[in-house]
């Protein structure tokens, strides 16, 4: 019951922001609640290659940590705005998610230095290989380094990378990536969730036991090892829901599924 209203909660916050906003809008909005909220603490992780400082944005309610970033790779644009929906909730102590027991870790923007447009803008694009900072921990760049020492710092009990495939020029349907198995039912709850918008996910994805549309991250082979995902599933799970380009529905529904996606694995 209680999850029910987080959920709902999570569905108005996501309305504030009517579009998926690019990574220059994102951090405008997370320095400006920095300045005044007092409750919403600020840590430098280094620097990016351009110079510009690696911030983390830190809620506390309790002991135990969820970290999540934003931007991953350049073009992956829904988290960024998922956050900002998040973080106002935990900002309003009124709120269901702000009476949960966790220190919420947010980066909201990890690899500034490949965004399109110098982050001003959505466009579409597919990475390249040397614009990855999630699969090359054996030569880490700053981006990565930095989450290495976030999860070790806090030792998240669930890191949620926010990776999608809103970058892509045409449809992708969504799957749902994971470092260790969930229950059935759990899996269920989510392509239901999915399926209640309209969108199916992807079947060409399947791991038991959570069927249709789930992977176990593992199971990618040895070049996981050398992944981000890897190293901080050492402290809990880690999940990454790839959301995907879809004219049809509303900015604010992608930005709904992913972090509902994300709630319901985290809280069951
Ligand atoms: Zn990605």
Redesign the pocket.
């Known amino acids: 019951m209680a999850l029910e209203l987080g959920l709902h909660e999570l569905f108005t916050a996501c309305q504030y922001e009517p579009s998926i906003l690019p990574p220059v809008d994102v951090l405008e909005r997370f320095e400006a609640l920095y300045k005044r909220y007092p409750a919403l603490t600020r840590r430098q992780w280094g620097e990016d290659t351009s110079g510009r400082p690696l911030y983390s944005y830190h809620v506390e309610h309790g002991e135990e940590t969820i970290f999540m970033y934003a931007f991953?790779?350049p073009g992956?644009a829904v988290g960024g705005t998922g956050l900002l929906a998040l973080l106002r909730l935990l900002l309003d102590p009124d709120s269901y998610m702000a009476s949960l027991p966790y220190r919420w870790v947010f980066v909201p923007c990890l690899n500034f230095v490949d965004q399109p447009d110098k982050g001003r803008s959505l466009r579409k694009l597919m990475?390249t290989a040397s614009q990855?900072v999630?699969w090359c921990v054996s030569a880490p760049r700053p981006e990565t380094t930095a989450v290495l020492d976030i999860a070790d710092t806090y030792k998240p009990i669930f890191t949620f990378?926010l990776?999608?495939?809103y970058?892509h020029r045409r449809y992708v349907a969504p799957y749902i990536g994971l470092a260790k198995p969930i229950d059935e039912d759990i899996a269920m709850r989510v392509r239901t969730l999915f399926t209640d918008h309209g969108v199916e996910l992807d079947r060409e994805y399947c791991s038991e036991p959570m069927g249709e549309g789930f992977f176990l991250m593992p199971e990618i082979g040895e070049e996981y090892l050398n992944s981000t995902f890897h190293h901080c599933a050492h402290y809990g799970q880690v999940l990454?829901v790839?959301i995907p380009s879809q004219s049809e529905l509303p900015d604010v529904i992608l930005t709904y599924l992913q972090l509902v996606t994300g709630l319901i694995i985290c809280m069951s």
């Open positions: 991953p790779d992956e990475k990855e999630d990378p990776h999608d495939e970058h990454v790839e």
